[in-house]
C-alpha cells in the first residue's frame, strides 16, 4: 500500500511540475541552446538563415579580442566590491532593524523603497543628481565650499566606476538586508538569551553565534547578488552606453550582436557569459558549502 501511496505521490509531483518545465523549456533551454548554435556559425543578425559552420573560430576571436579582456575586468571589479559592500552594509542594517527599535516596521518598509525602483529609472535620477551643472549633489558641494566647480561624475573616466558601484550599492543593499534579516529571524531566541544571561559579550556572541548560524544566509545572499552583478548591463549602458571604462561582458555581448550585427560572434560572447557566470556560481556554492548547509538545514 505504501508503494502505491509513493507512486501516486512521484505522478502527482510530476504532474504538478510539468508546466514549469514545459515553460521553462520554452523561455530558457531553447534559447540557450540556439544561442549554442548559433555560436559555430558566421551568421549575421540582418540574415540568420544564411551561414556555415565555423567551428571555435568565433569563440577563439573573442578571447583574441583586448575589448574582450577589458570588459571582464570591469566586471569583475564591479562585482567584487559592489557585492563586498553590500553585504557588509546589509548585515549591519539587518542587525540594526532586527533589534526592537521604534518604528521598526516603518524601517523595514522604507528600506526596501530603492529596491522597488526600476533600474533604468534610478540611474536616470542618480544621472541627474550628479550633473555637474545642475546636479544637487553639485550644488551642495559648492554650497558648502568644499569644491569651486561642479565635478563631472559621469564623463569622468577615473570616477565612472565608482558611480557605477555607488548607484548599485544603493539600488540593491536593502535586497541583502532582506535576505539576512530572514536569517536572523531564523535564529532561535533561546540560544541568544542563554548567551546573554551567561555573561558573554555582545561582539562575542555575534562572532561566535550569530554570524556561524547566518552563514546560510549571508552565502545565499552573496551567490544571488554575484551572479546578477556577472550579468550586469542595464546600469552600467544607461550611465555610460558603450563606454569601456564601465563596459561589462553583457555589454560588449550586445555590441557584437545588435551594433555590429554578428550574430555568430555575439553568440560566442554570450556563451562565454554563461560559462562565465557558471564557473563563479559553481566556485561560490563550493567555497561557502552552501549545499552542505542547505543539506544541514533540511
Known sequence: MSVKLARADRRAAWLFMAPMIAA???????????TFYFSFTDAYLDDPTNFSLVG???????????????????????????????TVLGLAIALLINQAIPGRGLVRAAILVPWAIPVVVATKI?????????????QMLIALGLVDHGIAW?????LIMGVVIFIDVWMTTPFM???????LQMIPGEIMEAAEVD????????????????????????????????????????????????????????????????????????TWVF????????????????????????
Do not use: C
Open 275 to 298: 560559462l562565465l557566470v557558471a564557473f563563479i556560481a559553481i566556485l561560490i556554492i563550493g567555497v561557502l558549502r552552501l549545499d552542505r548547509a542547505a543539506g544541514e538545514a533540511a
Open 154 to 158: 559621469t564623463a569622468s573616466g577615473t
Open 177 to 183: 538586508v532582506l535576505l539576512i534579516l530572514a536569517g
Open 126 to 138: 542618480w544621472e541627474w543628481m550628479l550633473n555637474d551643472q545642475f546636479g544637487v549633489l553639485n
Open 199 to 270: 555573561g558573554i559579550p555582545a561582539w562575542k556572541r555575534f562572532w561566535s553565534i550569530t554570524l556561524p548560524l547566518l552563514k546560510p544566509a549571508i552565502g545565499v545572499a552573496v551567490l544571488f547578488r554575484v551572479l546578477d552583478a556577472l550579468r550586469m548591463f542595464d546600469l552600467a549602458y544607461v550611465l555610460a552606453a558603450s563606454s569601456e571604462q564601465v563596459m561589462t561582458v553583457s555589454i560588449y555581448a550586445r555590441n557584437r550582436l545588435i551594433s555590429f550585427q554578428e550574430l555568430g560572434i555575439g553568440s560566442a560572447a554570450s
Open 24 to 34: 521553462m523549456l520554452v523561455v530558457a533551454v531553447w534559447p540557450l541552446a540556439r
Open 56 to 86: 571555435i573560430d568565433n569563440f577563439l576571436e573573442v578571447l583574441d579580442d583586448h575589448t574582450w579582456w577589458i570588459a571582464t575586468r570591469n566586471t569583475l571589479v564591479f562585482a567584487s566590491i559592489s557585492v563586498a559592500i553590500e
